[in-house]
């Protein structure tokens, strides 16, 4: 699979790339995985608070699709149907891990420093807030996390939200309230101060989880063993 996609290729819809791919184009599947890495790392790692994982439901996720491609029906959005996958994946990968550590697997997203200068107070403050963030943010339960990580952090609407998780808006809305109750008023506005830098989803990570589906892609396509 070639990961400098030309431009023709970039602006294709969803509903284009999986039709071409069901046509025998599964080169064009990494500008799926490249295009939704983020939201499914996001998802992953409001559920599970450990990269390494959140990084495994993503590829589970992106084969799993692949392999049942041809049953995407169209009727809900490319990227609802993905999501949903990954948010089974996490879930079902939740249930068979040990959940005591994980309060000490979330401190490593918060290890990347911002690019822009910062005298050493400042530097002080930002890792204190990260901190903050991490811990406030860790401690919430499972379900209010996961809607405050998509809606604040990755930018989901209510109704993205409501859909993947397949719950009411109303439902939604309400988690929504009680994860801002939790984190309190002054933390709240800090976590959205720092949103765009506190779950960052680099390049190296992106390349890596790119090149592990393309791999298993390509065995896949290439069938069984003769």
Excluded at 44 to 69: F, G, K, P
Excluded at 76 to 96: D, G, Y
Aim: with cysteine; hydrophobic share 40%; charged share 25%.
């Amino acid at each position: 699979m070639s990961n400098d996609p030309d431009q023709s290729t970039i602006s294709l819809s969803d509903n284009d790339i999986v039709e071409r791919i069901l046509s025998g184009d599964i080169d064009l599947y990494h500008l799926l995985v490249r295009r939704y890495n983020r939201r499914l790392y996001h998802v992953a790692w409001s559920i599970l608070q450990n990269e390494q994982e959140a990084e495994d439901v993503m590829q589970e996720a992106y084969v799993r699709a692949y392999e049942h491609l041809s049953q995407f029906a169209g009727r809900a959005h490319f990227s609802t149907w993905l999501t949903r996958i990954a948010i089974n994946e996490a879930l079902s990968r939740m249930k068979r891990l040990n959940r005591e550590d994980e309060m000490d697997a979330a401190s490593a997203l918060f290890r990347e420093p911002f690019c822009t200068r910062h005298t050493a107070d400042q530097r002080l403050l930002t890792a204190e807030a990260r901190r903050a963030l991490e811990y406030a943010i860790s401690a919430l339960p499972e379900a209010q996390r996961t809607v405050f990580v998509m809606h604040f952090i990755d930018g989901a609407t209510i109704a993205e939200i409501a859909e993947c998780l397949e719950v009411s808006k109303g439902v939604v809305k309400m988690r929504i309230l009680r994860a801002r109750r939790i984190l309190r008023h002054k933390l709240y506005e800090l976590a959205r101060a720092t949103s765009a830098t506190a779950f960052q989803f680099l390049g190296e990570r992106c390349d890596r989880v790119s090149a592990h589906v393309k791999s298993r892609i390509a065995n896949i396509a290439k069938g069984p063993a003769h």
